[in-house]
């Protein structure tokens, strides 16, 4: 090699160098990606970029990761990490953040625990055997003095809204209040503790004890009515028309279906609420909606034996409005529900949140529970049946109302003994709740982030054979590849070597 080669070599090594400190030097200062994805589950929301636009302190994020996580743990721990880079250039770094290993020593992990981050046991593949591990995938967000933590930071989950909303927490000094109404078989806010979980990040949720003297519900963004039982009085009534007229909220979940003491009949049930809602062109029917798409319900054979059996009269609700309320939920199961309709005046708007299969139908009140009964296709001569409803005015402004025929839907029980677990709600029902109390009473846009990257997309499922020939394939082929290449390239080699050998080679 000639000293001329040898200096165009060492300049062209510079040159790349060069712009490889170059490229790093302004990934360190921008970031950007493009966002293929459905949902755009990459792109940050308005909601969050107003939030870190609006900042005026410093926000710390520690992030407490395990090592030698999981692969699909890893991804959240990456997705996680480019999240916290655009937040921090959005908010001109006023968002700062670290990582941290807690499996690291004794001390680390103290320090995640005490901080509200526990670990959490997970199942890893290690030479085609399976074991658990421990592990800490969580982070805690920091303002001034004040901290709220994430407990778990999962790949696909709603990882934008529980950072936003944290932030928000943290920097909000004044929460919107919303009223959840006592005092006539209304469960309390620990008998929604998973809804009133989630509410309370942004808001102060406030039981409501209303009296038969004027009561001020003014300062409420939202009044939500869940479940009651007993006859509410005309003028609570007509103090919560008064709340309407001045531009209040209204959730309702109610049930109008009261199953005896037997548990084998449904008679009707009427709280007042229903005439009520009546008179605003709310109707909810008198009967009972079946399902093909359904739950399970549990009944005892002779010797004691439990034994689980398809029950229509717990629908199964997939099919929902494209609507801020509903969007990103897979299912909701409904116990006991009727049908809603509308009859009210044209000034306002009728939106259908949530309606029944394709097979489904409804049975007046009372009805017969038989559990006995052999269902065919001609018990569900109906579709698309009406069970969660918004009623807005066209003009934008003034009252919303959300009705859902269903009121325990959402409600996890309360507690009977100190420390004991009331039963855990599946995530579409209490997003359900959560989210129409949220589109009543948010301002902020954040309600469009819960959901936000939580659809589970499935892999289609194979058999076992199938599944061994695929393992097997991704370990020989490659092997198969090399050794054709090798062939390939040695018969060719002998091949050019034979031509030169050849007299008339030139």
């Known amino acids: 090699m000639t000293m001329r080669n040898r200096k165009q070599l060492l300049y062209s090594f510079l040159l790349i160098s060069g712009v490889l400190v170059l490229i ?19 792109t940050l929301s308005k909601a969050t970029k107003k939030i870190l636009k609006e900042l005026k302190q410093p926000v710390t994020v520690t992030a407490y990761f395990s090592k030698d996580l999981p692969a699909e743990l890893m991804k959240g721990r990456r997705d996680f990490k480019d999240m916290l880079v655009e937040y921090s250039n959005l908010s001109h770094n006023k968002v700062v953040y670290e990582f941290l290993n807690p499996s690291e020593n004794d001390e680390a992990e103290q320090k995640a625990q005490q901080a509200g981050i526990q670990p959490r046991l997970v199942s890893v593949r290690e030479k085609d055997q399976m074991k658990q591990q421990r592990v800490y995938i969580g982070a805690v967000v920091k303002v001034g003095e004040k901290s709220e933590p994430i407990p778990e930071i999962l790949p696909g989950s709603s990882m934008e809204y529980n950072l936003s909303a944290a932030i928000k927490k943290l920097t909000n000094t004044e929460k919107p209040s919303i009223g959840l109404l006592q005092g006539n078989g209304e469960p309390s806010l620990a008998g929604i503790s998973q809804a009133y979980a989630a509410l309370d990040v942004l808001y102060n949720v406030e039981p409501v004890y209303m009296t038969d003297t004027t009561y001020t519900l003014n ?13 509410i009085k005309e003028s609570y009534l007509q103090q919560i028309d008064k709340f309407l007229s001045e531009g209040g909220n209204l959730f309702v979940a109610v049930n109008h279906i009261d199953v005896g003491g037997q548990g084998n009949m449904g008679m009707v049930a009427n709280s007042g609420i229903i005439s009520w809602l009546k008179k605003k062109g709310i109707v909810i029917a008198d009967n009972a909606v079946v399902d093909a798409n359904c739950g399970y319900a549990s009944a005892q054979q002779q010797g004691g034996i439990i034994y689980q059996f398809k029950f229509p009269f717990l629908p199964v609700i997939n099919n929902f409005a494209k609507h801020p309320i509903t969007e990103g939920l897979d299912a909701v199961m409904f116990q006991f529900v009727s049908q809603i309709s509308y009859s009210g005046d044209a000034s306002k708007s009728f939106i259908p949140l949530a309606t029944t299969s394709e097979k489904s ?61 009331t039963r855990q709600l599946d995530p579409g029902n209490v997003n359900l709740l959560v989210n129409s109390i949220d589109w009543l009473s948010d301002d902020t846009g954040l309600i469009d982030l819960r959901t936000k990257g939580a659809k589970i997309r499935l892999l289609d499922q194979i058999d076992d054979g199938k599944k061994t020939f695929l393992k097997y394939l991704n370990f020989f082929l490659p092997i198969i590849l090399i050794i054709g290449y090798g062939v390939y390239r040695f018969n060719r080699n002998r091949n050019i070597r034979m031509k030169r050998m050849e007299a008339h080679y030139v």
């Open 24 to 42: 790093n030097i302004l990934s360190a200062s921008f970031f950007a990606r493009i966002d293929f994805t459905e949902d755009k589950r990459y």
């Open 361 to 421: 139908g409804t049975q007046s009140l009372p009805v017969y529970f038989d559990i006995n009964k052999n269902w065919s296709d001609a018990d569900f001569p109906l579709k698309n049946i009406v069970v969660a409803a918004a009623v807005v005015p066209k003009s934008g402004k003034g009252d919303k109302i959300v009705v859902i025929s269903n009121g325990t839907f959402g409600v996890n029980g309360e507690s009977q003994q100190p420390n004991q677990r």
């Open 219 to 231: 300062k409420y963004k939202t009044l939500a009515m869940v479940n009651p039982k007993d006859t």
